[in-house]
């Protein structure tokens, strides 16, 4: 009977130590993976139910918000395309902000100040917890 309680107390202490070194998947690597399998219909979905649910945004503001970010995201498909290489990336960083500022400016149209004020500051925050990441990563 003795023999059995230790055998039976060494199976679990080896399958809890053997779950335990399992490593859990990152976040933020996952979610890029998904989030490049998404067209950007999906991704103007997301972002306008995000910004609706974040804002409090009204019907008109959110069909004007869907169709701002479906053409964004079409625009960031194009890119994404254009400088698939690693050879052409360099180029496309002007290209990038141009497209951010013009959404912005597209936004800001829709936006109360209220909300507008509200969206600037968690771009800058989604912005800042990418630095970190990638600080993260390269550590």
């Known amino acids: 009977m003795k023999k059995m309680l230790v055998l039976l107390a060494a199976v679990i202490v080896s399958a809890s130590a053997a779950s335990a070194q399992t490593t859990p998947t990152s976040r933020m690597g996952a979610g890029r993976m998904q989030d490049a399998a998404r067209t950007p219909e999906q991704r103007a979905e997301m972002q306008t139910k995000r910004l609706t649910q974040q804002l409090g945004l009204s019907a008109d503001q959110s069909a004007k918000v869907q169709t701002i970010a479906l053409a964004e ?25 141009a497209v951010q500022e013009k959404y912005d400016a597209q936004l800001k149209s829709v936006f109360t100040a209220e909300q507008y004020a509200k969206y600037t500051q968690m771009r800058e925050d989604r912005q800042e917890k990418r630095k970190e990441g990638r600080i993260k990563q390269k550590s």
């Open 73 to 97: 995201n079409q625009e960031l498909q194009a890119l994404r395309g254009k400088y698939a290489s690693a050879a052409n990336r360099k180029g496309a960083g002007q290209e990038l902000k």
